[in-house]
């Protein structure tokens, strides 16, 4: 089973205006074409902290706020917005083109208009590399736009740290499913199941039938070395290579409170006919 079959999510949307708690820092070394429309900057905002850094860890979820854009042509004090996206490598490539992203002749008070780009960092943008988003706001009652671009690096969490010997994989990443999104600060939640996720992994001996023979735990101990809880047999039987170098993953959940932060959590996987395997570790803090 796949935890998410949906891999870039991209949300434009308007809401309505409230304190958000962003700080006052603009994003910085945008290049920005407009005419008739204007911003005073744009805000970056994840779940974990506000922030003008452009480098984000893989499935991070990142909304863009544009903070007081003005010059819509107004009827009735409504304004018509609409929005276009791309994202593109370094190179000029384009990977993702989002037009019309407002295709109905929907309007919003201009007490409410406060635009936001959500993108998640994730396929088909890879770790380890460098993309371009570019975002269009344009007026449907004029020629008026607001386009800026800015490149974006995309990496692998930090936080999660591997040993490999002889198997490798080209993502890592925390994921809860209850929250819909990647943990990148690593601060969990009490009762919260999240997944410890490796995609793309490379190494294993496939069988004439496309089975592979893996071995696989995941261990929890607090910080007295207590151990939480330990499953040292992920995989009894034989698994569908092809899914599993696609995606594997580890579940981590903590039940029961009487436990001391940080948490260390162990993931082994070997491959049982060639000996190869790695090993993942990180740290992560318990909340209620």
């Known amino acids: 089973m796949k935890l998410q079959s949906v891999f870039l999510i991209v949300i434009i949307s308007l809401y309505i205006s409230c304190d958000t708690g962003v700080s006052n820092e603009y994003l910085q070394n945008v290049t920005v074409d407009s005419k008739g429309l204007s911003c005073d900057g744009i805000k970056v905002l994840t779940y974990a902290d506000k922030t003008n850094r452009t480098e984000f860890s893989y499935h991070e ?27 593109m490598t370094k190179s000029g490539d384009t990977l993702i083109a989002l037009p019309n992203l407002f295709p109905t002749k929907q309007g919003f008070h201009q007490n409410d208009l406060n635009l936001r780009t959500n993108v998640i960092f994730a396929k088909p943008m890879l770790p380890d590399n ?28 930090p936080l999660i740290k591997t040993k490999k010997n002889g198997l490798n994989y080209g993502k890592q990443y925390l994921f809860s499913r209850k929250r819909n999104q990647a943990i990148v600060d690593n601060v969990i939640q009490f009762n919260e199941t999240v997944y410890l ?19 696989a735990s995941i261990r929890l101990t607090d910080a007295n070395g207590m151990l939480i809880n330990e499953n040292d047999n992920l995989f009894p039987n034989l698994v569908n290579a092809e899914h599993l170098q696609e995606q594997l993953y580890g579940t981590i959940r903590v039940t029961n409170k009487n436990f001391k932060n940080p948490i260390t959590c162990t993931f082994q996987l070997a491959d049982v006919k060639n000996e190869k395997s790695l090993e993942t570790t990180l740290e992560f803090t318990l909340i209620e």
């Open 61 to 87: 979820s990142v909304f863009f706020l544009y903070d007081n854009m003005k010059g819509f042509t107004l009827k009735d004090s409504i304004a018509y917005p609409d929005m276009d996206l791309h994202v």
């Open 130 to 157: 460098e993309y371009v988003v570019a975002v269009n706001v344009s007026d449907k009652n004029s020629d008026a736009y607001y386009h800026w671009k800015r490149s974006f690096s995309v990496i692998n969490s």
């Open 197 to 215: 996720v490796i995609e793309d992994l490379d190494g294993i001996t496939v069988d004439e039938y496309g089975n592979a023979n893996v071995f």
